[in-house]
């Protein structure tokens, strides 16, 4: 394993450390429950959104924290779930009396530790509610899950329900908001190589030099199908065509077009891949209204990528153009 | 008809403890035929820290004691066991925040309320070879005994050990339709579920513990 | 070799276009000499500032492009110079009556062709000067300069002379900006593994499971020797020393901190790595008054990192903090 | 004295091209030895295009058409070759712009412009081991024939050729001190440099181009 780690048991927590160091004035950190959360929140005068999966996704969502964002992200190890107090501390610490709003990814350990969270806290007579999101087509049931996985398309909820929540939407109008999203984006990934998370010590999966796992989830869950190596145009039209055939998105519809890299693989070469998926639209016949080609939720240093589409209507435009700051300096 | 207090409960809750501590190799074996060989270790990891924080624990009233219980079991014991027992316990607790002692009838609907919350937190039916398989015949039980005035509490608990135990063999050669085990389907069949065991077993220790002797042994990790 | 790519003759003409094509409305491609240039470019009343390398090291230098940051950017193959003839065009292109601004890495492929490409442009008239960025402290000479090389700090001059050309800045302001940026800017990398371009398929260097190269360049040039895998803590510190020891940085000084990562190395890491750089910054008592944590400066995907100091004054902090916008949307 | 015309110049070129095509595998071996390999096939790929593009290239004066060759050379061929090669050609070619015929003086003035951009270029000096060391000697003995109104136009281009196929032994026991070779350090002893073996070549070659039996002989790879 070659990796940038000191005591891989403390590798989560030295990361979140990092992250609070790095932004003293916008974050609090909670060592305690892994919890970053927005220096300036709970505000009472609006719904607090927060999230918390299992960490080796960064940026997603601990780097997903900031004005138009989230409030909060509460995460846990490496690939697995937060564990309840964790959950329960986050949406405590957050509660704001128009309420909160946790999006989850659908993975059966998220839902089962958030859920109960959740049930502990409006036992408590604080305002929560929750939203699972699965947008991943590539699979119906997964070994992590019941149901279809949540994966890149998260970005897409937590960019619409921050900019909504922003304005003052109630907690009801976010979780409308949330549904729309999520019935209007899919997604598909493919790795190209695995990862190892730092106390596993070892590759998550074995995959042949020649080999690429199509549909592959981000914790190395298997896809649909073990394919060969083949130029990076076939492999965009596998997915953009597994996305598309989906929802389906038709000629005419106006969308989003995303490229996330699972972390290993160079911004170089998610731009040949977003050539290819922009092709592929106007050949379709879709309006690309805005494209995002980057990180967004990867897999450690997994070589690979998604593509997720969403299908825009004039309020996720707007609420997609509203202004966003996240807890990662750019420039 | 004696009321169940807040000491019955806090000697249950140490004999299941020792049950967890006991057997963590032997429901982690169970575990492997078909599932992950995580379960005796999830388990005992949580029930150690009982154990560990035992003097601290919140003992205001049998709820707060509960809820305790369950923060700490959701809090250290992974895979699905953790969130599964430790909604059992909330909701078990939630409806006992304000006593120091329960009627049957109390405990009747609070181990309803645990099933439910079973049920819903992890989407498991009767049938799915869970430990609900072993908790709703119990819970069906010990509801033969409410309101009945003259119900003994030593017998009832007698008898909830027995179905509990019963419950393995039963569902012996189910397939098991959740949690890990469920991926590798059919070889579950001919395996004793780990879950139903645990609930036995620590039954049947809450039996000793309390000097009633149980109908059968349910096993000896 | 596992990536995604067409064919690889291909691979930087259509990560140019992937560009181009999300980015429409900013910038301008130009498919004949590798060109990317902002749309609104060249202004009459602005230096033009430009920059070209070869490729594989992306963001810099074309994901840079936009407004208070580059105007355009012509960059070669693969770690390879753009021939004289990118070079001249991207000049001619540019050209403002108040100047371009060339920067240049130093390497002697990219400073032998812009040179060519100036004196040629110069005897047509066209006012268009040049600086040479050095930052990296790692070695004096190497396979590839003559003197140290250019990297990662390469951004903080591009940032700064981006920022004070927007504001109206003379070319011989711009000159002593970058000068100023340069000589107070030091950079020290480490590689975990090597790196695969296209074109060769097969990696720059060989190195074992459990060696790190202290000191790498970012075309894979040797270091300062070859060291045994150590933690992420052990490794900061010896980068940490070699910058600092080099300029000197002293007590009292205000900073920008940067960790680069090399293209394979996940966010999370690098946020363990800037944890231990920050604890550093404070025991030396450097005040830490931007911090830079992503990648900047890239190596394909090769895993690894850099550490960028940059001892600041109030005219540096003001630059730093000004608008900037790059041409990869990031949410 | 005559004068040098453009037809004078593209004969010459046209010699240097074929030359460079006809010694890439022979100008890459002697590359191999200290260096990396790729001068011939370097040199070859920017005069194949000169070749290519022959009937086109602009010929409106004897610098336009040099700054044309330049521009081929600068874009076509890799490594150091490329910017040094280049910019001898464009030096000399901006000092020619507006003339279609230049006195031997130009081309003495025409050479050292052409030399002091390599210099300036590549950082090389006289005694480095590079083409300068074939290139200065040349530059040398021409000027000698300047301001001498009864000098033979083809007794210089012998002259010349014989000077540079003198440098290639002169030099083939000094150190390389630049480009690749350099980093081979002592390696690149008692093997002749590359780039001067080219420009020897080529003026030999030029020689034969126009009828002049060179003093010496070169190679024929
Ligand atoms: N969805 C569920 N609902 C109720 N009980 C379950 C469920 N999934 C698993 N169980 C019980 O938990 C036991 C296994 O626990 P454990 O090994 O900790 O879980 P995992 O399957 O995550 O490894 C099973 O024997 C079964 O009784
Ligand atoms: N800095 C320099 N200045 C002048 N000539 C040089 C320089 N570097 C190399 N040369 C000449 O170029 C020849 C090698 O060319 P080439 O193989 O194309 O360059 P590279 O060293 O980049 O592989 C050498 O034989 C030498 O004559
Ligand atoms: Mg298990
Ligand atoms: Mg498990
Ligand atoms: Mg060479
Ligand atoms: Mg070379």
Not at chain 1, 91 to 117: C, E, F, H, T
Not at chain 1, 126 to 151: C, E, L, M, P, Y
Request: glycine share 8%; proline share 5%.
């Amino acid at each position: 394993m070659k990796k940038f780690v000191n005591d891989p048991a403390n590798f989560v927590a030295e990361m979140l450390e990092g992250v609070a160091l790095a932004n003293p004035e916008m974050l609090r950190y909670v060592p305690e429950y892994n919890l970053i959360y927005r220096a300036d929140r709970p505000n009472p005068d609006k719904v607090s959104v927060v999230q918390g999966s299992g960490s080796g996704h960064e940026p997603a969502h601990i780097m997903a924290v900031g004005p138009g964002m989230l409030d909060a992200a509460a995460p846990g190890n490496v690939f697995s779930a937060p564990p309840v107090d964790y959950c329960y501390e986050c949406i405590k610490r957050l509660a704001s009396p128009k309420g909160v709003l946790v999006l989850i990814n659908n993975y059966q350990g998220d839902r089962m530790n958030w859920d109960m969270a959740i049930e502990m806290a409006q036992a408590e007579g604080i305002n929560v509610k929750s939203f699972i999101i699965d947008d991943d087509v590539a699979v119906q049931d997964s070994t992590h899950t019941v149901g279809r996985r949540g994966v890149a398309g998260n970005f897409f909820v937590i960019k619409a329900c921050g900019a909504a929540a922003e304005r003052g939407a109630s907690l009801d109008e976010l979780l409308r908001i949330a549904q729309k999203v999520n019935s209007q984006v899919r997604t598909m990934g493919v790795a190209l190589t695995s990862c190892t998370p730092p106390a596993k010590g070892k590759p998550i999966f074995e995959i042949g030099d020649d080999e690429i796992e199509v549909g592959v989830g981000i914790h190395g869950e298997p896809g649909r199908r073990r394919d060969k190596l083949k130029p990076a145009d076939a492999i965009v039209d596998e997915l953009f065509d597994a996305v598309f055939n989906d929802l389906p998105f038709k000629s005419g519809d106006r969308v989003a077009v995303m490229i996330n890299g699972l972390g290993g693989t160079p911004i170089s070469e998610l731009y040949v891949l977003y050539r290819r998926a922009a092709q592929r639209c106007k050949e379709k016949g879709l309006t690309i209204v805005r494209n995002y080609v980057g990180e967004y939720c990867t897999s450690l240093e997994m070589a690979g990528a998604s593509l997720t589409l969403l299908r825009l209507d004039s309020e996720l435009e707007d609420l997609l153009a509203a202004p966003a700051e996240v807890a990662v300096r750019i420039f | 008809m004696q009321e169940i207090t807040l000491a019955d409960f806090e000697r249950a809750i140490k004999a299941a403890a020792e049950t967890a501590l006991r057997n963590e190799k032997y429901f982690s074996e169970l575990d492997s035929a078909a599932g992950d060989a995580d379960f005796g270790v999830s388990l005992a990891s949580g029930f150690r820290v009982v154990q560990n924080d035992w003097d601290q624990l919140d003992r205001s009233s049998i709820g707060a004691f509960l809820l305790k219980i369950s923060m700490i079991i959701s809090r250290n014991v992974g895979g699905c066991s953790g969130p599964i027992w430790g909604t059992a316990f909330m909701r078990a607790g939630m409806l006992s925040r304000d006593k120091t002692s329960i009627t049957l009838e109390d405990l009747e609907k609070m181990l309803t309320a645990a099933i439910e919350g079973i049920q819903q937190r992890g989407g498991a039916v009767e049938g799915d070879k869970t430990l609900l398989d072993a908790l709703i015949p119990v819970r069906n039980k010990i509801k033969e005994y409410v309101g009945k005035p003259d119900a003994d509490l030593r017998e009832v608990l007698r008898e909830a050990a027995a179905v509990a135990t019963e419950a393995i063999e039963r569902t012996k050669n189910w397939v098991a339709k959740r949690g890990r085990q469920s991926f590798t389907g059919e070889r579950s069949v001919g395996t004793p579920d780990p879950g139903i065991v645990a609930i036995a077993t620590m039954l049947n220790d809450i039996c000793k513990a309390v000097g009633v002797e149980p109908a059968s042994q349910a096993s000896n990790g």
